[in-house]
């Protein structure tokens, strides 16, 4: 008894501090989010925190304060280690992330690295926009003939759309084969469950709502035709073992298996967010590696969306070369929210280096102007990811043991590095 008790004594002297943190923690984002519609991605912690944070919610200037004043008290912790440690850094960053938001919800303006790193703790790499020219010649060649190449690449994939009465039977037959892959390595509970709808007039072109009790709600943009690739694509990245995935991980083994409050409330202006737009791009690799989504694809989706299978092969090798091209957005948004260029000029770029239709062109804009330096997320984060996983090595059961660890535990992009 006594062994037991000297050992329980210093764990929760560490537990209740951290505890009390996180639960400010989570009233502060609560309350960021009345200020700031869309700020909290996700929340299913008690229902009375949410109503009082609706009913009396401080000012981003004073909810700014708080955040800092919090990350201090958490950086003055000593003597942690382990988990506790982990736990604190996690909290430390997401706090800083809340005050870089709510200070420019104040009206202060952040260049766009500094932004990035304010938010996401992640400093973006530069690659000029030239680096890209020679992707450029090479898709030139899988693509012959007369006019610009985003015309050829628009109007060769635009032979794959999806007809739209077709839409939904693709779609849920891409989600059952990501999730059917996904639970050969990460058991789910028997309770998980989505439930699909198509939109339109959004931002975005999925979306991944998660409503606690390991149940999501995913939504489809059908403002453009949707081709089908995109439907593995949006299975993987908002499904399995996406967005759906590590939500219901971090319910089940961070906010009630450990009791970590903070886990209940998702702020997307966050590291958070690294770490799942990074997973949910990479799991589409992961869950069908080298040619099985053009296998896939053409075995079952093809005919399901009554297309010809014969024209897989060429689509996926359009893709696959396209796929190094998303780095140019990062470039682009970057030159472009930092004043460099004007809107016309990344509208024009965005075309040239995203092999895009101008309707294209304009939905992604309207991405970057919504969600600023988050663009960072997709690319950057994949790769970040990817280099974390495969640093495994090729076995891919080793490969999905890494992931399922990164999804299921306080991961900062620091530790990607690691
Ligand atoms: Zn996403």
């Not at 519609?37 to 000012?59: K, T």
């Not at 952040?110 to 400093?123: V, Y």
């Not at 037959?173 to 998980?192: F, K, N, Y």
């Not at 453009?224 to 993987?236: E, H, K, N, T």
Request: glycine share 6%; proline share 7%.
């Amino acid at each position: 008894m006594r062994l037991l008790l000297l050992f329980w004594l210093p764990c929760a002297a560490v537990a209740a501090p951290l505890d009390d943190i996180a639960a400010a923690y989570v009233h502060l984002t609560l309350e960021a989010g009345v200020r700031e519609p869309g700020y909290v991605d996700a929340y299913y912690g008690p229902r009375d925190w949410q109503a009082a944070a609706a009913a009396n919610p401080r000012s981003p200037g004073q909810l700014r304060i708080d955040a800092a004043a919090l990350r201090a008290r958490l950086l003055g912790l000593r003597d942690l280690a382990g988990e506790s440690l982990r736990r604190r850094d996690f909290l430390a960053a997401q706090l800083r992330a809340a005050e870089t938001r709510l200070a420019m919800r104040d009206g202060v303006k952040f260049a766009f690295d500094a932004e990035a790193e304010g938010l996401f703790a992640t400093r973006p790499p530069t690659q000029p926009l030239a680096d890209f020219d020679p992707l450029l010649a090479e898709i030139d060649r899988l693509v012959p003939g007369d006019g610009p190449l985003w015309q050829r690449v628009d109007a060769f994939k635009d032979k794959v759309i999806v007809p739209p009465d077709r839409l939904a039977a693709v779609m849920q037959a891409a989600i059952a084969e990501c999730r059917r892959r996904t639970l050969v390595h990460i058991p789910l509970p028997a309770e998980e469950r989505f439930a699909l709808s198509f939109v339109t007039a959004k931002p975005w072109s999925g979306y991944n709502w998660y409503e606690g009790g390991a149940s999501s709600r995913i939504e489809v943009n059908t403002d453009l035709p949707v081709r089908i690739d995109r439907a593995v694509d949006l299975g993987c990245h908002e499904g399995y073992p996406g967005h759906h995935v590590l939500n219901l991980l971090l319910e089940r083994e961070l906010a009630q298996g450990r009791g970590w409050i903070e886990f209940t409330v998702y702020p997307l202006y966050s590291p958070q967010s690294l770490l799942a737009e990074g997973s949910a791009n990479y799991g589409i690799d992961l869950a069908f590696p080298g040619d099985e989504q053009r296998d896939f694809e053409t075995r079952v989706l093809y005919p399901l969306a009554g297309l010809d299978p014969a024209l897989a092969p060429a689509q996926a090798k359009l893709n696959r070369a396209m796929r190094a091209l998303s780095g140019a957005r990062l470039t682009i948004a970057r030159e472009w929210l930092d004043g460099r260029i004007d809107r016309a000029t990344a509208l024009a770029l965005t075309q040239k280096y995203l092999l895009v239709s101008p309707a294209r062109a304009e939905q992604s804009l309207k991405f970057t102007e919504t969600y600023r330096a988050y663009v960072i997320n997709y690319g950057l984060g994949r790769d970040m990811v990817q280099a974390r996983v495969e640093r495994a090595g090729a076995d891919p059961a080793l490969r999905w043991a890494v992931m399922r660890a990164l999804l299921s535990e306080p991961t900062l992009p620091a530790d990607l590095l690691k």
